[in-house]
T-cell receptor, first 110, second 116 residues
């Protein structure tokens, strides 16, 4: 089983829609979680960390469900500029092992 | 925020030559750096984990003699693609972490390598 699993999509949503992605992880001792955004032909950029209590940054909400071992990213009021690939990254309990999801492709349609 | 600089951004080389890619952490000390390769429309593939002052740990299927990694200081890691072939053409990305607590990864801007 992969350390981190993510639905590759693609997700095609109309502008203004709400869309959510999940990412499951296999190691219950994983300690830190992040969402990254990668635009075509560019490097991934940190979108937000995921905290145990959940956190929000504008239209983006990240949540962690330790019992079911998944993290989620919710995007409200989708913009065309949100079109990208969204990667989840999980840090193992050792602190220096990072596990990536395969990325979820999002296209926001006018 | 933390910045990782990667150089060069793109390079075109002839088959059989070697190419060196540098990855620098500009405002933090990176105890661990990672090298990835990404082919078009595919996900990032971890090639190796580089710890300062020790040998890199390569992922299965990655030839250590072909992809030489040196992490001589806390701010610099290099990847040398030796005797490059057209199939080595790819997008190479490094990332770095300070390696403590819940420090996130910071990525370099990537190097697009084309081997002719």
């Amino acid at each position: 089983r992969k350390e981190v699993e993510q639905d590759p999509g693609p997700f095609n949503v109309p502008e203004g829609a709400t869309v959510a992605f999940n990412c499951t992880y296999s190691n219950s001792a994983s300690q830190s979680f992040f969402w990254y955004r990668q635009d075509c032909r560019k490097e991934p950029k940190l979108l937000m960390s995921v905290y145990s209590s959940g956190n929000e940054d504008g239209r983006f909400t990240a949540q962690l469900n330790r019992a079911s071992q998944y993290i989620s990213l919710l995007i409200r009021d989708s913009k065309l500029s949100d079109s990208a690939t969204y990667l989840c990254v999980v840090i193992a309990n050792t602190g220096n092992q990072f596990y990536f999801g395969t990325g979820t492709s999002l296209t926001v349609i006018p | 925020g933390a910045v990782v600089s990667q150089h060069p951004s793109w390079v075109i080389c002839k088959s059989g030559t070697s190419v060196k890619i540098e990855c620098r952490s500009l405002d933090f000390q990176a105890t661990t750096m990672f090298w990835y390769r990404q082919f078009p429309k595919q996900s990032l593939m971890l090639m190796a984990t580089s710890n300062e002052g020790s040998k890199a740990t390569y992922e299965q299927g990655v030839e250590k003699d072909k992809f030489l990694i040196n992490h001589a200081s806390l701010t610099l890691s290099t990847l040398t693609v030796t005797s490059a072939h057209p199939e080595d053409s790819s997008f190479y990305i490094c990332s770095a972490t300070a390696g403590f607590g819940n420090s996130p990864l910071h990525f370099g801007n990537g190097t697009r390598l084309t081997v002719t």
